[in-house]
């Protein structure tokens, strides 16, 4: 079954900025049970809770073309990550000569497309190395959510897997130089949306059935930042809404109220932006900051907890390879570094002392994902790199998709997902045993 939906012209489409960890133990304790089984459907921006962490043991090292499942060619270009829920895989992006954005569905087994639904799309000044469509959605088992930003309007949409509009809630302009690209969370039957830009910045929370808001809390920064928010759910303790921005630093909220939980701001006043994600390893919060051409920083934090210290403190930061774009990896005791220019750290996680620096090469803005011991990334030529997540530095593969990408890839289902500019590949899965 394929449908194509036109939407209302209720305001353009808009875009966004080239702004783009845990091992499985370590999720396992600090994410409730039933919420991880549902994450490892990749349902958001980087999988579960943002961690880039996969269960996955079917994906090759080493491929061609022959080895793909399905290539299919997409309506438009972006740099969003696709999100999967079963049979589903669901992504956006954007065709200007058209005047059209879209959000796809197309099937995983075998790239079909099942259904988009289309946005009026009008051009607007970005980064030159930005698309239209960069914006991660977010699914859960029952609606697929997407964001749309410009300078003229903004909106946040939910349709059923079927393609079906539930609800929009109207946001209002958006201003950034650079568009926009942080993606949404859901968690516990909420839409969470962190809205930092050049004008009134807040975080927001709507309800994920109906778009109702739940509560928006202001907040004062006029700078825009494209850091992703995450959960952090310590066992026995209240759940906590974690966001980062250059300024006003890493802040922990109440999921349920907004209300602001403790705050820290390690990042300094230079100036900055914040594009990496906040992750979550254990009983530590991790977030980064910092210029492209200069000081970038990422740092380690211990939250305030009974039994732990009373303010957050910080336990150390990585900066002489910090990434600027790329989302830091954590899984098991070490935590892994990509940075845009292509150079790869491991370093003891405890410690934050380095075990290894390695130039893997190329230029990157999207963030590395661990699958059976290995770590993959594409860089802005579209070749995958994988490497060994171990302490043993070793660059096992090379693997060209003949075409740009700035997007993370996603995998479910045993199988891996990649966007390049034009295309989604599906790669893995059983026959790759």
Request: glycine content about 10%.
């Amino acid at each position: 079954m394929r449908i194509h939906k036109t939407l209302p012209k209720r305001g353009p489409f808009a875009g966004a900025s080239l702004l783009r960890v845990a091992c499985l133990g370590v999720v396992l304790s600090v994410w409730p049970i039933a919420d991880l089984v549902q994450a490892q459907e990749w349902t958001r921006f980087r999988g579960p809770n943002g961690s880039g962490v996969s269960t996955a043991s079917t994906v090759p090292v080493e491929w061609t073309a022959d080895d793909y499942n399905w290539r299919v060619e997409l309506p438009g270009v972006g740099h969003s990550s696709p999100v999967l829920w079963g049979d589903r895989v669901f992504l956006t992006c954007a065709d200007l000569a058209a005047g059209q954005g879209f959000l796809v569905c197309l099937d995983t087994a075998t790239g079909e497309e099942q259904w988009r639904q289309t946005f009026p799309l009008q051009k607007y000044k970005k980064h030159a190395q930005n698309s239209f469509a960069t914006p991660t959605p977010v699914v859960d088992a029952e609606r697929v959510y997407m964001l749309w930003q410009s300078p003229q309007t903004s909106q946040i949409c939910a349709f059923t897997h079927q393609g079906d509009e539930v609800w929009r809630s109207d946001l209002g302009e958006f201003k950034a130089g650079h568009g926009s690209a942080v993606s949404l969370v859901e968690y516990d039957g909420m839409i969470y949306f962190c809205n930092d830009q050049t004008g009134p910045s807040y975080l927001l929370a709507l309800d994920a059935a109906t778009g109702a808001e739940r509560w928006k809390l202001p907040r004062e920064t006029d700078r825009a930042c494209y850091s992703t928010p995450c959960i952090y759910a310590p066992t026995g303790r209240p759940v906590e809404l974690i966001v980062s921005h250059s300024y006003e630093g890493i802040t922990s909220h109440n999921p349920q109220t907004g209300e602001q939980l403790w705050r820290m701001t390690p990042f300094g006043d230079f100036q900055q932006r914040a594009c990496a994600s906040p992750i979550i390893a254990g009983e530590l919060v991790i977030a980064c900051s910092g210029f492209a051409t200069a000081e970038k920083n990422v740092v380690v934090v211990k939250p305030p907890h009974a039994g732990g210290p009373e303010k957050p403190e910080e336990a150390y930061r990585l900066t002489k390879t910090a990434p600027h774009v790329p989302t830091p990896l954590v899984h098991g005791d070490r935590i892994y570094l990509w940075n845009d220019r292509g150079i790869a750290t491991c370093a003891d996680l405890a410690t934050g002392k380095t075990i290894w620096v390695q130039r893997v090469g190329g230029n990157y803005f999207g963030s590395p994902v661990w699958i059976d011991g290995k770590l993959y990334c594409i860089d802005t030529d579209g070749v995958v790199s994988v490497i060994s997540a171990s302490d043993e530095y070793e660059l096992l593969a090379r693997n060209p998709l003949d075409e740009g990408s700035c997007a993370t890839p996603a995998v479910a289902g045993g199988v891996l997902y990649l966007r390049t500019d034009k295309h989604l590949v599906s790669l893995g899965g059983e026959k790759s045993k």
